[in-house]
């Protein structure tokens, strides 16, 4: 069992921080590497890339939006609770090394993955830049964060109901404008996110990182589930990633792949609401 030490509700109820007790995980992990939870005992195993460790606490983080049945069900879980399973840490850690000047890309809760590799940037002695996005101000989340972890850090919001109005790949073109010297990007977001802001980069040339949230199972690269074409040939992202080169990745084949279950995903958590809201 993995007690629940902290806990945070964020934009709006939408979005929750989970600080967890597993002291070895913590010990171990690294950034760019995720776990998978489950509640209970008929719940779904669900991947997430850890968002902050803790090793002398010896606690992880994890930061997830409520989008179906399994985050919902998370989502009942309080301060005191506890996960049945959390396995990890499982996939490639994040490269990283000092190059000079990089960009780090966050959208939505991939914010959350974003944190600890801006993090470890910045510590290998790079110059960061970090531009976080969200739909509305409400859905932004990590900004004291991110800034601490970053040289210059711009938030956008769709709407232009706070920071830059606009798309991230707006502020990431005037990044790429005015400095030529941009040794690497790297972004963590929705998969069309991914996709655009990577036909950006390529256009100028930038080496870009881009992290993978495929269907998954298992996570040890035995079930086949989060397969993805990068290059043109088949990986596995529990093992071969999460993160990929984002001018190889087939994003197109990836959103068909995510949407697979849709119907299913939306009956499951009708079917949660009502027995939720019955009790």
Not at 143 to 170: I, N, Q, W
């Amino acid at each position: 069992m993995f007690k629940i030490v902290a806990r945070e509700e964020m934009a709006r109820g939408t979005i929750v921080l989970n600080e967890i007790e597993a002291p070895l995980i913590a010990k171990k992990a690294k950034p760019g590497q995720f776990v998978i939870l489950k509640a209970n005992e008929t719940g779904e195993r669900i991947p997430l890339t850890m968002a902050d460790t803790d090793p002398e606490k010896g606690t992880i983080t994890i930061i997830y939006m409520i989008v179906g049945k399994s985050t919902a069900l998370f989502k009942t879980l309080k301060v005191g609770d506890s996960y049945l399973d959390v396995i990890g840490p499982l996939g490639k850690a994040t490269h990283l090394e000092k190059l000079g000047d990089v960009v780090c890309v966050g959208g939505g809760t991939g914010v959350a993955v974003m944190h600890p590799i801006t993090k470890g940037l910045k510590a290998a002695g790079n110059h960061v830049i970090c531009i976080i996005g969200a739909k509305t101000k409400e859905l932004i989340i990590l900004e004291d964060r991110m800034k601490a972890a970053s040289h210059e850090l711009r938030v956008c919001t769709d709407d232009g109901s706070y920071g830059f109005p606009g798309f991230v790949t707006v502020q990431l073109e005037d990044v790429l404008q005015k400095n030529k010297n941009i040794k690497l990007c790297v972004a963590i977001g929705p998969v069309p996110m991914m996709k655009f802001l990577s036909q950006l980069t390529k256009k100028y040339n930038v080496p870009t990182i881009v992290s993978l949230n495929p269907i998954m199972v298992d996570g040890t690269g035995m079930c086949g589930g989060c397969r993805v074409s990068v290059g043109g040939k088949t990986k596995f992202a529990c093992v071969d990633g999460p993160e990929f080169d984002g001018h190889q990745v087939d994003y197109d084949e990836l959103m068909k792949r995510l949407a697979s279950y849709r119907e299913d995903e939306k009956r499951c958590m009708d079917e949660f609401c009502k027995l939720h809201d019955a009790k």
